[in-house]
């Protein structure tokens, strides 16, 4: 997964060091990762196993996963397989076959690896999902995998609310963004806007792996087969239907490297004080950084390297609409030091991006 909160990437994935992988790096892969005792008891479980799976990892925790969590996979072709790894003991290799996991809302084919570290009893599925169809006819071999609603059946009486995909869910209203904006501007005023950038992006990152699934949900196709237009819909149904504003994307200049998104009705421009701020260092303070670092997430990954989005304008600084650029990571100096200059604006921003002299990395 690409690092944009530093200008050095992060280590690649190798699957045997997947034990040495913190649970905010295992969130950051594209596909599903499930770590198990030798009993089968699940010890990690990652967000995309989680969103694809339609299960709160912290209802799956502990529970036992051929058994409780996933009774389809108690066959031989799958839970014999396992089983025969943990008898093996040291002398055991990874092992890696298709599969299809079965669930009452539809059947998804996936290919498994499994990789065993015998000599802590510990054993990690990594699953990819190849295609997802609908729920087959008759109930498979061991039954369906288990449901959200199974695992917590009373949670609605405490409080805990979940969409039609059984994502977990609360309402925040506006002023509680207001709250966060005016909380940073007193305790933080220098430092909140690498802040909100920072948790855009880890947001961005997690709302790839929801595009990845509605994609193979609805059109049973990766997110990079999709064409731009179509990704760009499903990056503005996504943030437009959480209330967040609906972008909107202008490709006139993708020739030139540059991407122009404009957000109307941002809740984070409107949740800002309506008047410029003054700072020292730059003549109008910009409201939608989470926004910004969601963007260049987003487009990172589907890109597979580094992209920048940074807000040219906002409509808590007067600006009609909020306005962002988004670049190739080798103009990020360029950019800033734009920014720094008083190059607000899409207009201004692409002139001085265009003064610049490009890169291969660029196109």
Not at 29 to 34: C, D, H, N, S, T
Not at 212 to 225: D, F, H, M, P, V
Not at 353 to 359: D, F, I, Q, S, V
Request: aromatic fraction near 8%; proline fraction near 4%.
């Amino acid at each position: 997964m690409l690092d944009l909160a530093s200008d050095g990437p992060s280590r690649p994935f190798v699957s045997t060091e997947v034990d040495e992988m913190s649970d905010t790096e295992l969130d950051g892969l594209a596909f599903g990762v499930i770590g198990l005792d030798a009993e089968g008891t699940i010890l990690r479980y990652n967000l995309y196993e989680s969103r694809f799976a339609r299960l709160d990892r912290n209802q799956v925790l502990g529970r036992e996963f051929f058994g409780e969590v996933a009774p389809c996979t108690a066959v031989e072709s799958f839970g014999g397989r396992f089983q025969r790894m943990v008898s093996a003991g040291s002398d055991v290799a990874a092992e890696h076959f298709d599969f299809t996991f079965d669930f009452k809302f539809g059947a998804q084919q996936v290919s498994v690896e499994i990789i065993p570290f015998p000599a802590i009893k510990r054993y990690y599925l990594l699953i990819n999902r190849q295609a997802v169809g609908k729920a087959r006819l008759d109930p498979p071999e061991g039954g369906f995998a288990v449901l959200q609603s199974a695992l917590a059946p009373d949670e609605a009486a405490v409080g805990v609310r979940r969409d039609t995909l059984e994502r977990r869910f609360v309402e925040v209203p506006w002023s509680l963004l207001a709250a966060l904006r005016s909380t940073c501007e007193r305790l933080a005023p220098e430092s909140w806007q690498v802040f909100c950038t920072e948790w855009g992006v880890q947001w961005g990152r997690r709302m790839a792996i929801d595009l990845a699934s509605t994609a193979l949900e609805t059109q049973n196709a990766a997110l990079r087969e999709l064409s731009m237009r179509d990704v760009t819909d499903l990056v503005a149904e996504s943030i437009a239907g959480q209330g967040w504003g609906r972008p909107t994307f202008d490709f006139a200049a993708a020739r030139e490297g540059l991407l122009i998104i404009e957000v109307a009705r941002s809740v984070l421009a409107e949740a800002a004080p309506g008047r410029a701020i003054k700072r020292p260092s730059e003549e109008l303070t910009m409201a939608c950084h989470l926004l910004a670092g969601a963007i260049s997430a987003v487009f990172s990954n589907l890109a597979g390297r580094r992209l920048v989005a940074r807000e040219v304008a906002c409509k808590a600084a007067g600006a009609p609409t909020c306005s962002f650029v988004l670049v190739a990571a080798s103009r990020r100096a360029t950019l800033d030091e734009a920014l720094k200059k008083g190059n607000r604006g899409v207009d201004a921003m692409r002139a001085a991006l265009l003064r610049a002299p490009a890169t291969r990395e660029d196109a």
